[in-house]
């Protein structure tokens, strides 16, 4: 018999979006095989959400929840594959379920989450809507906080402030979430992405023919450019471009600790149905 690895309990939890407790004992019964561990749980209790798993959930809601006084708050995206579902009242009542769950027991792990209970709830859930449903990512915040979520409910930002008050925090949300600023400040941008971008950057100086020391300048003009437009508090505030977020954040005294901006869908890929075909 293969050993269960933590590996293969990941992989077969990504292909059925079953609770992990269900997909190791699978594991264990079908002594490894995946695709016998996949029937299997095709012929259990979850047997139509093992055969919707297939499909991508790359629509859904973000759903949000602030404490009263503003000290604490939590944000879920929970997908669903399409935006008619979305607007299903079944689905529309547990994003609320997620959220609350997740507010009361401020856990950001999605498969802890879920092995709280909310699993047979979303195996529920898909029975009655017949579409592929799960929950995508958790952030917990607390301090002071400002918040922010677009109207279709597909954008939600938390902001963690110090100092500053509510309103300065929604003010930095909104601006988030029309801009999606990479991180904080340039100092937080990773190594890694910045070096990407100098050997592009370099690559195009050097083919424009100038002398080495012009080249060099070209190219750090434009890593610190980048910088600037990835980066909040290099950005002019939408609400005022005449002042950068992070001369509006002195002027308040007050600093972005951090922030989480979830956009429903962004970095899944997309299931496209040629129906022609």
Do not use: W
């Not at 029975?127 to 915040?141: L, M, W, Y």
């Not at 002071?144 to 954008?155: A, C, L, P, Q």
């Amino acid at each position: 018999m293969a050993a269960i690895t933590a590996q293969m309990v990941k992989e077969l939890r990504e292909r059925t979006s079953l609770g992990m407790m269900d997909c190791k004992r699978a594991l264990v019964e079908s002594e490894g095989d995946m695709d016998l561990a996949i029937d299997n749980l095709r012929k259990s209790s979850g047997m139509k959400a093992a055969k919707k798993a297939g499909r991508i959930a790359s629509d859904g809601l973000i759903g949000m929840k602030v404490a009263e006084n503003g000290t604490s708050a939590v944000m879920v995206e929970v997908n669903c594959e399409t935006d008619f579902a979305a607007r299903n009242e079944n689905f529309l009542e547990f994003v609320t379920t997620v959220t609350n769950q997740a507010f009361s027991s401020k856990e950001t792990d999605v498969a802890k989450l879920l092995d709280s209970g909310l699993e047979v709830t979303r195996e529920n859930l898909v029975q009655k809507i017949g579409e592929n449903c799960s929950i995508r990512r958790v952030e917990a915040f607390e301090g002071v906080i400002g918040s922010y979520m677009h109207t279709n409910g597909r954008i939600g930002v938390l902001v963690s402030l110090e100092g500053g008050n509510s309103e300065l925090g929604r003010d930095v949300a909104m601006h988030i979430a029309a801009t999606s600023p990479a991180v904080v400040s340039p100092d937080d941008a990773p190594a890694d992405v910045v070096a990407k971008e100098r050997e592009i950057f370099t690559a195009q100086a050097r083919e424009s023919g100038k002398p080495p020391e012009i080249v060099e300048k070209m190219i750090e003009g434009r890593i610190r450019k980048y910088l600037a437009e990835i980066s909040l508090t290099e950005q002019p505030f939408v609400k005022g471009g005449d002042i950068k977020i992070g001369a509006l954040l002195n002027r308040e005294g007050a600093e972005v600790i951090r922030f989480a901006r979830f956009e429903v869908g962004e970095g899944i890929e997309k299931e496209e149905e040629d129906f022609a075909a």
